[in-house]
């Protein structure tokens, strides 16, 4: 229901979203119907298609009401039908959001205006924490994008480090009910300081963290995420004192979506 909700936002790009499924075609049918799905769900009884692309869920016996789903996540294909991309969860009920596929995957960005977000300031770092989406849901995954837009000429300290100084760092503290992955650390690139015979690791404009998060609940909320980030912003010369903030993110839950009656 999600891809459709968003379904908009694949066409502008030039993308086409199929959905495959171990349903028969009747089946499907009646789910669009009860959904209003407009993109196409292709029928693969059997599970033909699904055990040749390696994907059979393996979790599940072969007794199980579910047995022939597929490990959930998704192919990117190019304009010449080969894969580009492929990205698979352990658990079936887990599924990227949307619009984390069409960041990830694409490289579409997406509007997070309105999202639920948390900002602080320091001497030339503006630090927000933004949810990838506008609201959690459940076992659907999505980003919470933790971005530092630094002053020119400053940068911020990355991994490995010197002792003495301060790596960036990103920590996001849940509530029961909402879990987390590791973080997503974008690259460095080496730094000299005049002076010192040491290379650093450095960040220096816009930089962003990921940190994939999603409930395991199915109703309550909204929930509190707090992300606590730890930096020391530096210029050529000098090397300012070193920042914790703390961004407490306010995320909905969004109910679970219960099918129109189907006439």
Known sequence: MELQQHLAEFERAGIRVLA?????????AAFSRAY???????SDRGSEVIRRYGILN????????NYGIPFPGSYVLGP????????????YQVRPSAQSVLRDAFGVDFEVHDNPRAE???????????????????MRRVPILVRFDLDEGLHLYGEPIPDGYIATTVEVAT???????ATAVPPTHPFRMEGLDETFHVFEGRVEFEVPVWATVREGGPFALDVTVRFQACDDRQCFLPQTRTLRVEAPLEPLVKAAPVE
Request: proline letters at 2%.
């Open 20 to 28: 495959v499924s171990y349903d028969t075609v009747e089946e499907l």
């Open 80 to 91: 010449d039908g080969r894969v580009q991309e492929k990205s698979f969860f352990q658990q």
């Open 120 to 138: 602080a300031e320091s001497t030339g770092v503006r630090v927000s924490a933004v949810l990838g989406a506008d609201a959690l849901a459940f």
């Open 58 to 65: 393996t979790t599940l016996e072969e007794d199980h009401k």
């Open 36 to 42: 209003g799905i407009t993109y196409a769900l292709l």
């Open 175 to 181: 509530p029961e009910g909402i879990e987390t992955a």
